[in-house]
């Protein structure tokens, strides 16, 4: 009966294992069923061992790409971590205070030990969501966090086996508190100011690169504005043409002197500062007005007809900037890539700020049969020899915000994606 009870705790230690890692990587529930076998089959015969075997198998059940998924690594690491954290605790608390020789003892243990194990989750769990750890520690492109991770779990494991083989829960109980705790902090300090670090020289890349699209922008109002003036004294010239064929009457002459004026103008005033810059004054937001500077110059390179447009001055963003950043840049190199070799192509890009929301609309056309639901699996892609991450990228950002909806419609031959942001009542991101 002892044996029963104890093999029920194993079983419910793994359950709040899947609980808080389903917490962090959202999977399909119809997984947890062989996981969890898995999982406690290897705790009962490979206890040693039960960890790896678990990391292994879950992580290539939901790896679907050639490359590392840094985020499923991460989540599995830290919910390993964390497993481990609440079993010592559980253990060092109870140890040696509660007898296990009558089924009573054994069975008050493993009540204790689950609770302890629940508590120690959903706090873990809390401040998780609350403190917003998923985009403060880079959890889906930190492979210094894995490593980090890696050897927190290491140093906290073989520290934990020296103990329990030495059966010195009581006399060290303070010992593996004070262990714990340092490791964590020790881990928590080096990971902050390697992140900080990283961040830093983020920024530092991104306003080199908004600098030189600023740059791009302004030698390109410079040169249209040049082109203007040139105009200008032509087109005094051809209006006094005009008087002089009006007032000799001949109709015919006035005519064929107006279509040449309409396209002598056409081509000066078919200029980017005009056609596709001519809304970036009201995107107010540096960051975004430096990629739709970058984007829209790489559109009018690779000649494809585009057409920008943003009636409103866009300011806040209420998701952080640089998610913002990447999702738009993702999406319109998407457009692009789409929309090479074909004859026609047209990209349409425009920003609808309302009350309640903002949306980003960006169509392009297209001329792959592809569908939709295609193109959202991990590994699609239409670039040869390429991952193929984009879509996916999209939903992963997604995932983040819970004020951030994205939604993709192809109607005939063009591909519409919608990237709309809710109104979150002043809770700005743009600084973070």
């Known amino acids: 009966m002892g044996t029963i009870i104890y093999t029920i705790g194993k079983l419910l230690a793994w359950l709040i294992f899947y609980g808080v890692f389903y917490s962090l990587f959202h999977f399909k529930k119809y997984y947890l069923p ?3 076998l898995v999982s406690f089959l290897s705790e009962i015969f490979l206890k040693d061992y039960s960890y790896l075997i678990t990391f292994s198998f879950v992580y290539l059940v939901l790896w679907h790409h050639k490359k590392w998924n840094l985020t499923l690594i991460n989540t599995l690491l830290l919910s390993s971590l964390i497993r481990l954290i609440y079993e010592t605790l559980a253990d060092t608390i109870i140890a040696d205070k509660i007898s296990t020789h009558v089924i009573s003892g054994i069975l008050l243990f493993v009540v204790a030990s689950f609770l302890i194990k629940v508590i120690t989750a959903i706090v873990f769990i809390f401040l998780y969501k609350r403190f917003d750890i998923e985009e403060k520690w880079q ?8 490593i980090l991770l890696i050897y927190l779990f290491t140093a906290i494991y073989v520290f934990m086996h020296f103990i329990q083989e030495n059966k010195a829960y009581s006399d060290l109980t303070i010992g593996v508190f004070a262990f714990i705790i340092i490791q964590c902090v020790f881990i928590a300090v080096l990971f902050g100011k390697a992140s900080q670090t990283q961040q830093l020289a983020y920024k530092r890349e991104l306003t080199k690169e908004q600098l030189k699209n600023l740059k791009m922008y302004t030698d390109q109002l410079e040169k249209d504005h040049l082109h203007l003036r040139e105009f200008e004294h032509s087109y005094k010239d051809g209006i006094a043409t005009l008087r002089s064929v ?5 109709y015919t002459a006035m ?6 004026l309409e396209v002598y103008s056409n081509g000066y005033f078919d200029n980017i500062s005009m056609q596709l810059f001519k809304d970036l004054n009201n995107v107010q937001n540096s960051y975004l007005k430096s990629l739709f500077i970058s984007k829209l110059t790489l559109i009018h390179q690779d000649n494809i007809k585009c057409h920008f447009e943003c009636r409103n001055v866009i300011e806040d963003i209420d998701i952080n900037i640089f998610d913002l950043v990447r999702l738009l840049g993702i999406s319109i190199d998407n457009a692009i890539e789409a929309t090479k070799g074909q004859n026609g192509a047209q990209i349409q890009i425009a920003i609808v700020k309302e009350k309640q929301q903002l949306s980003f609309l960006i169509n392009n056309t ?8 295609t ?5 699609f892609t239409t670039k040869k020899n390429h991952s193929g991450l984009g879509m996916v990228n999209v939903q992963d950002i997604k995932k983040k915000y819970p004020n951030l909806f994205v939604q993709y419609r192809k109607n005939n031959d063009w591909f519409n994606l919608n990237i709309t942001l809710l109104d979150l ?8």
């Open 246 to 250: 009006a007032g000799d009457g001949d």
């Open 255 to 260: 005519k064929q002197a107006l279509e040449k």
């Open 425 to 432: 009542g002043g809770a700005e991101y743009v600084n973070h």
């Open 366 to 373: 297209i001329h792959s049969e592809t569908k939709i639901q």
């Open 375 to 379: 193109m959202m699996q991990e590994g």
């Open 34 to 36: 062989g996981f969890i």
């Open 139 to 146: 959890i889906d492109q930190s492979s210094l966090l894995s």
